[in-house]
């Protein structure tokens, strides 16, 4: 983790957002990833964009993805709609069953 983005971590982890660190890092680790490889980046580009971000540079991908920080920075945990604090929430919970996430989160399941 970037020193600029150390405090966005140690306000998170203050503020209770402890797994949904662990599911942005994950996440991060996946995409970077998929970032390696031409084909890999391209699809990964377009599952968050759609058709025609493939065009986009990885660093330009990538900052779009950290846009979500502003909100943070801006807000705090409790934002406007799309806030870090709802995307916690989308994180929170589980895609089979809809229901919200233990104390130890989703990410165990995914092997995380």
Known sequence: MG???D?????????????CVKYIQAALEYIDGQLASNETAA??????FGVGAETNSNGDFTVALAGIYGFFKAYGTKGPPGSLHDFCGYLETGPQTDSK???DGLAPAYGK
């Open 3 to 5: 020193v600029y983005y």
């Open 7 to 19: 405090q966005d971590y140690r306000g998170m982890i203050a503020n209770g957002y402890a797994n």
């Open 43 to 48: 699809k990964i580009k377009q599952l968050f």
């Open 101 to 103: 996430a233990g104390p």
